[in-house]
Protein backbone atom coordinates (compact mmCIF):
# COMPACT_ATOMS: atom_id res chain seq x y z
CA UNK A 1 0.00 0.00 0.00
CA UNK A 2 1.77 3.71 -1.20
CA UNK A 3 -0.66 5.24 1.99
CA UNK A 4 -1.92 8.53 0.74
CA UNK A 5 -0.28 10.18 -2.06
CA UNK A 6 -0.42 14.21 -2.83
CA UNK A 7 1.13 16.03 -5.27
CA UNK A 8 2.94 18.33 -5.99
CA UNK A 9 5.19 18.35 -2.63
CA UNK A 10 6.45 21.91 -3.07
CA UNK A 11 4.26 24.28 -5.52
CA UNK A 12 5.49 28.37 -5.39
CA UNK A 13 2.91 30.27 -7.38
CA UNK A 14 2.49 34.13 -7.76
CA UNK A 15 -0.36 36.08 -6.41
CA UNK A 16 -3.70 35.78 -8.47
CA UNK A 17 -2.85 32.47 -10.00
CA UNK A 18 -4.70 29.30 -9.88
CA UNK A 19 -3.15 26.31 -7.68
CA UNK A 20 -4.49 22.62 -7.73
CA UNK A 21 -3.64 20.46 -5.47
CA UNK A 22 -4.44 17.02 -5.76
CA UNK A 23 -4.81 13.66 -3.22
CA UNK A 24 -5.22 10.06 -4.26
CA UNK A 25 -6.78 8.19 -0.90
CA UNK A 26 -5.86 4.67 0.00
CA UNK A 27 -7.87 2.28 -1.61
CA UNK A 28 -10.95 0.97 0.61
CA UNK A 29 -10.66 4.27 2.41
CA UNK A 30 -14.26 6.03 2.22
CA UNK A 31 -13.15 9.19 4.18
CA UNK A 32 -11.85 11.94 2.62
CA UNK A 33 -10.17 15.04 4.77
CA UNK A 34 -8.38 18.36 3.62
CA UNK A 35 -6.32 19.69 6.33
CA UNK A 36 -4.27 23.45 6.08
CA UNK A 37 -1.56 23.95 8.23
CA UNK A 38 0.46 26.90 9.53
CA UNK A 39 2.12 28.37 12.55
CA UNK A 40 -0.28 30.97 13.09
CA UNK A 41 -3.49 28.66 13.38
CA UNK A 42 -2.06 25.13 13.21
CA UNK A 43 -3.94 22.41 11.99
CA UNK A 44 -7.42 23.58 10.41
CA UNK A 45 -9.97 21.18 8.62
CA UNK A 46 -10.90 22.87 5.14
CA UNK A 47 -13.13 19.94 3.88
CA UNK A 48 -14.30 16.28 4.19
CA UNK A 49 -16.00 13.69 1.83
CA UNK A 50 -17.96 10.37 2.78
CA UNK A 51 -18.21 8.23 -0.62
CA UNK A 52 -16.96 11.08 -2.50
CA UNK A 53 -19.73 12.93 -1.22
CA UNK A 54 -18.94 16.58 0.14
CA UNK A 55 -20.01 16.24 4.00
CA UNK A 56 -19.01 19.51 5.76
CA UNK A 57 -16.80 22.50 4.33
CA UNK A 58 -17.72 25.16 6.71
CA UNK A 59 -13.21 25.02 7.35
CA UNK A 60 -13.31 26.18 3.68
CA UNK A 61 -11.73 29.77 4.44
CA UNK A 62 -13.40 31.86 0.99
CA UNK A 63 -15.04 30.96 -1.92
CA UNK A 64 -11.63 31.32 -3.77
CA UNK A 65 -11.06 27.97 -2.39
CA UNK A 66 -12.90 24.71 -3.59
CA UNK A 67 -12.49 20.95 -3.24
CA UNK A 68 -14.29 17.81 -5.90
CA UNK A 69 -13.51 14.26 -5.05
CA UNK A 70 -14.91 12.79 -8.91
CA UNK A 71 -14.54 9.22 -7.88
CA UNK A 72 -12.62 7.07 -4.63
CA UNK A 73 -9.39 7.43 -5.58
CA UNK A 74 -9.15 11.46 -6.99
CA UNK A 75 -9.44 14.43 -4.83
CA UNK A 76 -8.79 17.96 -5.95
CA UNK A 77 -8.56 21.46 -3.97
CA UNK A 78 -8.35 24.37 -5.75
CA UNK A 79 -7.66 28.16 -4.88
CA UNK A 80 -8.59 30.78 -7.37
CA UNK A 81 -7.55 33.38 -7.59
CA UNK A 82 -4.33 32.59 -4.72
CA UNK A 83 -3.11 35.42 -2.14
CA UNK A 84 -0.22 35.23 0.04
CA UNK A 85 -2.17 34.27 2.94
CA UNK A 86 -3.05 31.35 1.10
CA UNK A 87 1.16 30.20 2.03
CA UNK A 88 0.78 26.88 4.31
CA UNK A 89 1.42 23.55 4.02
CA UNK A 90 -2.08 21.38 2.75
CA UNK A 91 -2.72 18.02 4.25
CA UNK A 92 -4.97 15.11 2.83
CA UNK A 93 -6.04 12.25 4.85
CA UNK A 94 -7.88 9.63 4.20
CA UNK A 95 -10.19 6.99 6.82
CA UNK A 96 -12.03 3.76 7.06
CA UNK A 97 -14.79 4.30 9.31
CA UNK A 98 -14.85 0.53 9.86
CA UNK A 99 -11.41 0.20 10.63
CA UNK A 100 -11.40 1.10 14.11
CA UNK A 101 -10.87 5.07 13.25
CA UNK A 102 -7.55 7.19 12.96
CA UNK A 103 -6.74 8.98 10.23
CA UNK A 104 -3.45 8.35 7.08
CA UNK A 105 -1.95 11.37 6.17
CA UNK A 106 -0.33 12.20 3.46
CA UNK A 107 3.09 13.81 3.25
CA UNK A 108 1.81 17.11 2.14
CA UNK A 109 1.76 19.83 -0.43
CA UNK A 110 3.96 22.98 0.80
CA UNK A 111 2.31 25.62 -1.15
CA UNK A 112 3.90 29.40 -1.34
CA UNK A 113 2.38 32.28 -2.71
CA UNK A 114 4.25 35.09 -3.48
CA UNK B 1 -19.14 20.26 21.69
CA UNK B 2 -15.92 18.67 22.27
CA UNK B 3 -12.43 20.01 22.67
CA UNK B 4 -9.04 19.07 23.33
CA UNK B 5 -6.04 20.64 25.20
CA UNK B 6 -2.77 19.75 25.62
CA UNK B 7 -0.89 21.17 28.48
CA UNK B 8 2.32 22.60 27.05
CA UNK B 9 3.21 23.96 23.75
CA UNK B 10 6.62 22.62 24.50
CA UNK B 11 8.25 20.18 26.65
CA UNK B 12 12.08 19.67 27.46
CA UNK B 13 13.37 16.62 28.51
CA UNK B 14 17.16 15.10 28.58
CA UNK B 15 17.97 12.00 26.19
CA UNK B 16 17.13 8.81 28.41
CA UNK B 17 14.22 10.54 30.66
CA UNK B 18 10.71 9.86 31.18
CA UNK B 19 8.69 11.37 28.16
CA UNK B 20 5.34 12.63 29.37
CA UNK B 21 3.10 14.40 27.04
CA UNK B 22 -0.30 15.98 28.59
CA UNK B 23 -4.04 15.57 26.72
CA UNK B 24 -7.41 16.12 28.04
CA UNK B 25 -10.45 15.98 26.42
CA UNK B 26 -13.99 17.67 27.82
CA UNK B 27 -16.61 15.15 26.73
CA UNK B 28 -19.63 12.95 28.75
CA UNK B 29 -19.31 9.51 26.88
CA UNK B 30 -16.01 8.26 26.51
CA UNK B 31 -14.85 8.86 23.55
CA UNK B 32 -11.85 7.66 20.59
CA UNK B 33 -9.04 8.78 21.74
CA UNK B 34 -5.79 9.34 19.44
CA UNK B 35 -2.25 10.37 19.54
CA UNK B 36 -0.58 11.54 16.45
CA UNK B 37 3.72 12.47 15.75
CA UNK B 38 4.46 14.88 13.11
CA UNK B 39 8.46 14.73 12.19
CA UNK B 40 9.73 17.96 10.33
CA UNK B 41 8.53 18.54 7.28
CA UNK B 42 6.56 15.30 7.07
CA UNK B 43 2.97 14.57 7.35
CA UNK B 44 1.04 13.19 10.50
CA UNK B 45 1.38 9.86 11.33
CA UNK B 46 -0.85 7.94 13.95
CA UNK B 47 1.07 6.97 17.00
CA UNK B 48 -1.73 4.86 19.18
CA UNK B 49 -5.39 4.78 19.87
CA UNK B 50 -8.10 3.79 22.40
CA UNK B 51 -11.43 2.62 20.57
CA UNK B 52 -12.79 1.14 24.48
CA UNK B 53 -10.58 -1.86 24.39
CA UNK B 54 -7.80 -1.78 26.91
CA UNK B 55 -7.33 1.58 28.58
CA UNK B 56 -3.73 1.24 28.86
CA UNK B 57 -2.54 1.67 25.08
CA UNK B 58 0.93 0.69 23.58
CA UNK B 59 2.19 2.33 20.30
CA UNK B 60 4.95 2.86 17.94
CA UNK B 61 8.20 3.69 19.19
CA UNK B 62 8.10 2.62 22.77
CA UNK B 63 5.49 5.01 23.23
CA UNK B 64 2.44 4.14 25.68
CA UNK B 65 -1.24 6.05 27.04
CA UNK B 66 -3.39 5.44 29.36
CA UNK B 67 -6.86 6.06 29.07
CA UNK B 68 -8.34 7.80 32.66
CA UNK B 69 -12.17 8.06 32.24
CA UNK B 70 -12.18 9.90 35.94
CA UNK B 71 -9.95 12.44 35.12
CA UNK B 72 -10.82 12.53 31.03
CA UNK B 73 -7.01 12.28 30.34
CA UNK B 74 -5.15 10.48 27.66
CA UNK B 75 -1.29 11.56 28.44
CA UNK B 76 1.33 9.93 26.33
CA UNK B 77 4.48 8.21 28.14
CA UNK B 78 7.76 6.43 27.19
CA UNK B 79 10.08 5.43 29.62
CA UNK B 80 12.69 6.85 27.92
CA UNK B 81 13.37 9.77 25.07
CA UNK B 82 15.64 9.41 22.25
CA UNK B 83 16.76 12.14 20.47
CA UNK B 84 14.62 10.83 17.69
CA UNK B 85 11.73 11.16 19.14
CA UNK B 86 12.11 15.54 18.75
CA UNK B 87 8.74 16.04 16.79
CA UNK B 88 5.86 17.51 17.16
CA UNK B 89 2.46 15.35 18.56
CA UNK B 90 -1.02 15.65 18.29
CA UNK B 91 -3.84 14.70 20.53
CA UNK B 92 -7.09 14.21 18.67
CA UNK B 93 -10.54 12.51 20.05
CA UNK B 94 -13.86 11.73 18.03
CA UNK B 95 -17.16 10.99 19.43
CA UNK B 96 -18.27 7.42 18.55
CA UNK B 97 -21.16 8.71 16.75
CA UNK B 98 -18.80 10.65 14.68
CA UNK B 99 -15.80 10.48 12.46
CA UNK B 100 -14.62 13.59 12.49
CA UNK B 101 -11.50 14.43 14.69
CA UNK B 102 -11.34 17.31 17.04
CA UNK B 103 -7.24 18.32 17.58
CA UNK B 104 -5.28 19.78 20.17
CA UNK B 105 -3.06 22.36 19.73
CA UNK B 106 0.28 20.53 19.60
CA UNK B 107 3.05 19.84 22.04
CA UNK B 108 6.85 20.14 20.42
CA UNK B 109 9.00 17.67 22.24
CA UNK B 110 12.59 18.68 22.37
CA UNK B 111 14.95 16.27 23.37
CA UNK B 112 18.54 17.51 25.09
CA UNK B 113 21.83 15.65 24.78
Known amino acids: ?34 YRQTMMRGLELLIY ?20 MPNASFSTLKIQPSEPRDSAVYFCASGDRRANYGYTFGSGTRLTVV | AQSVTQLGSHVSVSEGALVLLRCNYSSSVPPYLFWYVQYPNQGLQLLLKYTSAATLVKGINGFEAEFKKSETSFHLTKPSAHMSDAAEYFCAVSERSNYQLIWGAGTKLIIKP
Open chain 1, 1 to 34: DAGVIQSPRHEVTEMGQEVTLRCKPISGHDYLFW
Open chain 1, 49 to 68: FNNNVPIDDSGMPEDRFSAK
